[in-house]
């Protein structure tokens, strides 16, 4: 794996309602991100934090989007940072933050593949529109978006789409999935393991074909990890918590089974939330997965 680390940080909180989500990402510096790298032998360089605009206060919005246009904005601005990151041959890892901040990361770095593949670890597969959303939050769209389904502000960031092709997308973790959201993955034939297929065929099986997978087809993998995968016990401090996720052990052997793989070339972990979360127990969770996904060991 690039022995180069950039970080970003994006204290966005607009694409849901929740506050807090916008100290997520300082809450996981305050875990240790960095000196557990360093501890790593990694050459890292903190960017500090992208600027995010305030909540909208839009009386006769003619999208039902909530916060479109700073949402468009924050994500713009990522995008563009993550792609002198990768220009300048680092690897980027993005703190969140609301999972929106998904559509500004993949952007800036799928224009450097050819066939980017998407491991979205996530409770929810966040393929919802504007016209089967139930809420208008976009850090429930943001992996649509990033398919080219969407409203333009979001799908053009960068001004191309669509950024991935649904066939290298991997959803793992899925147990909460909207009817649009069903159809869509039926659709467009996105290969998704639910918590169903994770406790039938084990996290091992379910990470060795995801890797198989996508080795086959992509020149480069993006993980974009939501911390309400995990279960709640282990993961409390998240907007959208659902019972009877991913355990904390699983969850770094999926990391440990990338590490080892060496296909991942971006990654994100975003909806920390320290307001909801336990003596910063969600942020140290989300540094300890960062240590085994870039090669930490017991021996």
Known sequence: MNKKI?????????GQTRRGVDMGPSAIRYAG???????????????GDIMIGRAERVQNNDSKLR??????????????QVDEVVKNGSFPLVLGGDH???????AGVAKHYNNLGVI??????????????????????????SLGLGHPDL?????????????????IGARSLDEGERTLIKEKGIRVYTMHEIDRLGM???????????????????????LDGLDPADAPGVGTPVLGGISYRESHLAMEMLAEAQ?????????????????????????ALMGSLFGEKLL
């Open 155 to 171: 799908t053009n960031i960068l001004g191309y789409m669509p950024k991935v092709k649904p066939e290298n997308v991997v959803i």
């Open 204 to 226: 091992t099986k379910v990470m060795e074909e995801t890797i198989q997978y996508l080795k086959e087809k992509t020149d480069g993998v993006h993980l974009s990890l939501d």
């Open 6 to 14: 950039s970080i970003i940080g994006v204290p966005m909180d607009l």
């Open 33 to 47: 991100i960095v000196e557990r790298l360093e501890n790593l032998q990694y050459e890292m360089e903190d960017l």
């Open 263 to 287: 296909i991942i070339t971006s990654a994100e972990f975003v909806e920390v939330n320290p307001i909801l979360d336990e003596k910063n127990k969600t942020a140290s969770v989300a540094v």
């Open 100 to 106: 929106s901040i998904a559509i500004g990361t993949i």
């Open 120 to 145: 979205w670890y996530d409770a929810h597969g966040d393929l919802n529109t504007s016209e089967t959303s139930p809420s208008g939050n976009i850090h429930g769209m943001s992996l649509a978006v």
């Open 67 to 80: 916060n479109l246009k700073s949402v468009a904005e924050g994500n713009a601005k990522l995008a563009e």
